[in-house]
């Protein structure tokens, strides 16, 4: 064996046996020099009409006109392919946050600035896709919006839905949602003090800025 060649073992992991490791000579910190930025993910969660994927895309717009590369994943795009087995009970919700959380850290180790955008509505799920990532690359953001302001916007007409009947364990409704307890950045939309997709965006950016993602 070469000097300084690592040795791994056989593992079982999940329902996969006898499966290896693989590592790669280029390595994270050599994507991130590449790229001039650090891979991490931005977990944006609130309620059905909060605003999360306006501004995943106003975040996504205002990092590419920066030179800086980002990549949404949006809830309802996603249960369009990588999740379209999944329904919406409590353990399928589960399943859709861990599928996503899992991707999200690929694109993270990838150098990506990945913005994610669904409801995720609870708390161990998103403790969970947390746990998953190095310490700090994890940066959750609550869209706080009251229910009574989503369910005026009610964008998809799902509330209405939902009041009626139609549509069970909808969340706010006759599912909860449970807030973060110590997330990285709350955005506060309250009555006629709501800011643009694009002045949210801003925040998010000087976080990042701040935390020194936006360079290698």
């Known amino acids: 064996m070469a000097s300084g060649q690592s040795v791994h073992q056989m593992s079982n992991v999940g329902m996969s046996t006898n499966i290896l490791w693989h590592d790669c000579p280029i390595q994270k910190q050599d994507r991130q020099k590449l790229l001039q930025q650090k891979g991490c993910v931005i977990w944006l969660t609130g309620l059905s009409g909060s605003g999360k994927s306006s501004l995943a895309c106003a975040l996504s717009q205002s990092l590419h006109s920066r030179g800086k590369l980002s990549y949404v994943l949006d ?84 509330y209405k839905l939902a009041r009626a009947g139609k549509i069970k364990g909808f969340t706010g409704i006759d599912d909860p949602y449970e ?34 993602y936006l360079q290698a």
């Open 179 to 212: 807030p973060p307890c110590s997330c990285e950045i709350v955005l506060q939309q309250k009555g006629s003090d709501c800011k643009s997709p694009n002045d949210l965006a801003e925040i998010v950016i000087s976080y990042l800025q701040k935390s020194g």
């Open 75 to 158: 809830g309802d795009n996603i249960r369009h392919g990588l999740n379209r087995d999944l329904s919406f009970k409590a353990e399928d919700r589960s399943e859709n946050i861990r599928r996503i959380g899992e991707v999200a850290k690929l694109f993270a180790d990838a150098g990506v600035i990945c913005i994610t955008s669904l409801i995720s509505p609870y708390r161990k799920d998103r403790d969970a896709c947390r746990a998953l990532l190095p310490k700090g690359d994890f940066v959750e953001v609550f869209i706080d919006v009251p229910l009574h302001v989503c369910e005026a916007r009610d964008p998809k007409g799902l």
